[in-house]
């Protein structure tokens, strides 16, 4: 069981990024999933996640800048951040729900 991410950097406040997350081993089209964030010293939070139907679900502090996405047939999911903010600044995590399958992390930094 493998979970790979990818596409996180350092940009610029107000810029973007795209994160992926590619599965082997595991079958995401039975399976919520979902993307987490941690800082130093804090617990690793929720940002959004997306159900097999394709419902999407996301914390306040990202609703509006934030997409989550899915594709069953290349097992991924994606997380399209705009407008990032210094706050956003984080490692993130993909997760599967169905088995709590985490990924690896990709560090995301944004300067102001």
């Known amino acids: 069981v493998q979970l790979q991410a990818s596409g996180g950097g350092l940009v610029q406040a107000g810029g973007s990024l795209r994160l992926s997350c590619a599965a082997s081993?595991?079958?995401?089209?039975?399976?919520?999933l979902a993307w987490y964030r941690q800082t130093p010293g804090k617990q690793r939070e929720w940002v959004a996640s997306i159900t097999v139907g394709g419902s999407e679900n996301y914390a306040g502090s990202v609703k509006g800048r934030f997409t989550i996405s899915r594709d069953n047939a290349k097992n991924t999911v994606d997380l399209q951040m705009n407008s990032l903010k210094p706050e956003d600044t984080a490692v993130y995590y993909c997760?599967?729900?169905?088995?709590?399958?985490w990924g690896q992390g990709t560090q995301v930094t944004v300067s102001s």
């Open positions: 997760k599967v729900i169905v088995g709590s399958y």
């Open positions: 081993r595991i079958i995401f089209s039975a399976s919520p």
